[in-house]
């Protein structure tokens, strides 16, 4: 099992920034990708990013459009997603999850944080 500490969400104008950490702790080992996803108000589950224990990073560039970074550095264990020109839209709660494979698809994350609201309002 992987436990998943996520922080960083709040309330943000148009245009803003923020940046969500996670930190993974427990059997990291054989879970070593970190993705985040979000799930806006009445919409399904969208994968944002993930990133593996070597930096390779993969994007939903539709769901972000550019907009977005995931990082990791070294051996640290927090990944980081910085979020910039933020619109209404990206309303959310904003998870991240520990998974085996730097894939897309939910199906290979077996572990999730809580989830923390990101709120873009005027």
């Known amino acids: 099992q992987v436990q998943l500490a996520e922080s960083g969400g709040g309330l943000v104008r148009p245009g803003g920034s923020l940046r969500l950490s996670c930190t993974p702790s427990g059997r990291t080992d054989t879970s070593p990708v970190v993705g985040w996803f979000r799930q806006g108000p009445g919409a399904e589950r969208e994968f944002l990013a993930a990133i593996d224990q070597y930096g390779s990073a993969v994007y939903n560039y539709n769901a972000v459009t550019g907009r977005f970074t995931i990082s990791r550095y070294g051996s640290q264990t927090t990944v980081y997603l910085q979020m910039d020109h933020l619109k209404p839209e990206d309303t959310a709660v904003y998870y991240c999850?520990?998974?085996?494979?730097?894939?897309?698809?939910?199906?290979?994350?077996?572990?999730w944080g809580q989830g923390t609201q990101v709120t873009v309002s005027s």
């Open positions: 999850a520990a998974g085996s494979q730097l894939l897309m698809s939910s199906r290979w994350y077996n572990n």
